[in-house]
């Protein structure tokens, strides 16, 4: 499977969305969660979604209201985020000295 | 939801015209950034979400621009292979729309228009053949000034236009109604006559100004120039000065013994300056007009010279003679008369002027009065010094400053590209109509070669527009300090750069008739011509038919 390039930003805006695997998410909110202006978010959920790591769907909260944009990881888009955590975890036990004086 | 305000509109606004001009597969998401619009706290927080979201779908708009195929969407249904083709693209559109719009509004700056009218001017001689061939060409512009001033009965528009106009005696009827309606602008007969040379009106006119101004030795060599004018019509110009006849040596005399030579220059820009002023004229080449502002009747030098000769030859034999105090009157009267003309003039008679003081040093010498022979020797030496001086003036004057002429070709090229750009646009727009067999909008689908070439065109357009407004922004400033204080200060300068806007590209000197540079540009213009006739035809020929199947 194809993946995305993995920025720093990428990375803290699917941090966001494995908080909350399943749950529906707003672009504002995710802005908020992860500090990102909508310039630098929606270019990274656009190409998540050209990667199929992300599903939209159109919501309508309440009357009067215009819908609203909402995402979501894909089964694939998860799997990927836990792969990629855990070998980040990996890479980082491995660097770690053996004697850091930190926890075991 | 947020309330409405201000910065928000804005922000709403300025999302929806991105996702106007963003390809079709963002538009979703241009959608969710504007929705998302509602919710975030903040006016101007509000603003700043609009703006990178605008950036987004902007950058998306120039991509699918560029690379046409990177955001193209992919047919997955029957119903969308047989969908109809989309419409012309928004990016495009947008990117062309804007130039366009861009380029009209350099327009409604009247510096602008005044820039485009003058990088104009090198096509006026092509445009106006028969003027090469002595033929008066009307000027609208001119005429309709003509007819105000005859109507406001304004005497200095009159004597405005009377200077300019082409037409000889229209200038001349032009001139007699200025003066008519205030005879303080007699001097404009002088200014008149001496554009015009002869003409019956000059017997009326030359005592009048006489009468209006009795010192000045101009009227005197307008009525010599019209002697001589009548000699050459006539077919009897004498060979010798001895020759001439006797009404033409007393206007030469007359005006040798005139106290001063005024061409009314003067009063002539106080004229033009209060003109422009009052009827906000722009044009430089009529605020201007330099080539009206000539100072002697074009006879004048030759008999001034002729005249100087036979009084120089008559001192002579009058102090062969004895009479030294004789030959000293008509040796100072040449001198005298040298003043007069000022360091110009007297440029063209210096080798008389200095032959005549010459004569007075010799003059002096023998009469033992040797500090008049060093006065007049200091004199010759002087009039050496300020012919070189006229003669380092008119070369730096004919040269231009290299800033003039780069600013010149800068308006030239400038000028060309608008037109050139304009055409092609039109071309495109009129080739995407005829394909599309309609003037709708969503009915229009250009060739990419369509788009391509109307987007370079487009953009050739601002570009052109804005190097045309900075190359001839400076010379607007120095002819509006002309006209509003009458500082001449860069009128030079202005006047350099003018000349050098009239001459065509591609050649150093003006258009004529005869010039190669004018058969090349014609046979340039006809064959171009030639070109998209046949290739309207073709396309017509070639283009492919709807065919009905059953």
Redesign the interface.
């Known amino acids: 499977m194809k993946t995305p390039r993995l920025s720093p930003q990428t990375l803290r805006v699917l941090e966001s969305f494995i908080e909350r695997p399943t749950a529906w998410r707003?672009?504002?909110e995710l802005?908020r969660e992860t500090g990102l202006?909508?310039?630098?978010l929606?270019?990274i959920?656009?190409r998540l979604a050209k990667y199929s790591l992300l599903e939209?769907k159109w919501v309508t909260t309440e009357d009067?209201?215009?819908?609203?944009?909402t995402y979501r990881l894909t089964p694939n888009g998860v799997e990927l985020v836990r792969s990629t955590f855990a070998t980040q975890r990996a890479t980082l036990k491995a660097r770690r000295p053996a004697f850091s004086g930190g926890r075991a | 939801m947020m309330p409405l305000t201000f910065p928000r509109s804005v922000a709403a606004l300025l999302l929806r015209f991105a996702i106007w001009i963003a390809p079709h597969d963002t538009h979703d998401w241009g959608h969710g950034m504007l929705s998302e619009l509602n919710h975030v706290e903040g006016h101007w927080s509000a603003l700043l979400w609009a703006l990178g979201g605008a950036g987004v779908l902007a950058k998306h708009a120039i991509l699918a621009l560029i690379l046409p195929g990177s955001h193209r969407r992919t047919v997955s249904t029957a119903s969308e292979l047989f969908a109809k083709e989309p419409p012309m693209r928004k990016t495009t559109l947008a990117v062309i729309a804007s130039c366009v719009v861009a380029s009209l509004l350099f327009f409604l700056a009247p510096v602008f228009r005044q820039a485009f009218h003058v990088s104009l001017a090198q096509w006026h001689d092509v445009f106006h053949v028969k003027q090469s061939f002595g033929y008066p060409v009307p000027d609208p512009e001119l005429d309709a000034l003509a007819k105000k001033a005859e109507q406001n009965h304004d005497p200095e528009l009159l004597a405005f236009v009377a200077i300019r106009e082409r037409n000889q005696s229209e200038s001349v009827r032009l001139a007699d109604e200025a003066v008519h309606l205030d005879p303080n602008l007699t001097w404009l007969y002088a200014t008149v006559a001496v554009h015009w040379s002869s003409f019956p009106e000059l017997d009326r006119w030359v005592p009048a100004l006489q009468k209006f101004d009795a010192q000045n030795a101009l009227p005197y060599l307008i009525t010599a120039e019209k002697i001589d004018i009548d000699q050459v019509v006539r077919e009897s110009v004498p060979h010798r000065v001895e020759d001439e006849p006797a009404a033409w040596k007393d206007a030469m005399a007359g005006a040798f013994q005139s106290s001063k030579l005024d061409d009314y220059l003067d009063r002539r820009k106080e004229i033009d300056r209060r003109v422009l002023l009052h009827y906000r004229l722009d044009d430089p080449f009529q605020a201007l007009a330099d080539d009206c502002w000539y100072r002697l009747p074009s006879y004048g030098v030759s008999d001034s010279s002729q005249y100087a000769k036979l009084l120089i030859e008559s001192g002579n034999s009058l102090e062969a003679s004895g009479d030294h105090k004789g030959a000293a009157e008509k040796y100072l009267a040449v001198a005298r008369f040298g003043q007069l003309m000022g360091p110009t003039d007297s440029f063209f008679l210096s080798r008389e002027i200095k032959e005549d003081y010459r004569q007075l040093g010799t003059l002096a010498e023998r009469n033992g009065n040797n500090t008049d022979a060093a006065f007049y020797a200091s004199l010759s030496v002087q009039l050496d010094r300020a012919a070189e001086k006229q003669l380092a003036s008119w070369r730096s004057d004919s040269r231009g400053s290299a800033v003039s002429r780069w600013n010149a070709l800068l308006v030239r090229l400038s000028g060309l590209a608008l037109l050139f750009c304009g055409a092609l646009l039109f071309i495109c727009a009129i080739g995407v109509m005829a394909r599309g067999r309609s003037t709708r909008l969503s009915s229009l689908r250009p060739s990419p070669l369509s788009l391509v070439v109307g987007c370079s065109s487009a953009i050739g357009l601002l570009l052109a527009s804005a190097v045309l407004l900075v190359s001839y922004l400076p010379y607007s400033e120095l002819l509006q300090r002309f006209i509003s204080t009458g500082d001449e200060s860069g009128v030079p300068e202005l006047s350099n750069f003018l000349g050098n806007t009239r001459v065509p590209l591609g050649t150093r000197e003006y258009l004529g008739v005869s010039n190669a540079v004018f058969h090349f540009w014609f046979a340039v213009t006809v064959l171009c011509a030639l070109a998209l006739l046949v290739a309207v035809v073709r396309h017509v020929q070639t283009r492919p038919r709807a065919t009905m199947t059953t």
Do not use: I, N
């Not at chain 1, 202006?37 to 630098?40: A, D, I």
């Open positions: 707003y672009g504002y802005s202006k909508s310039g630098t929606y270019p959920l656009m939209t009067g209201v215009p819908p609203r944009h």
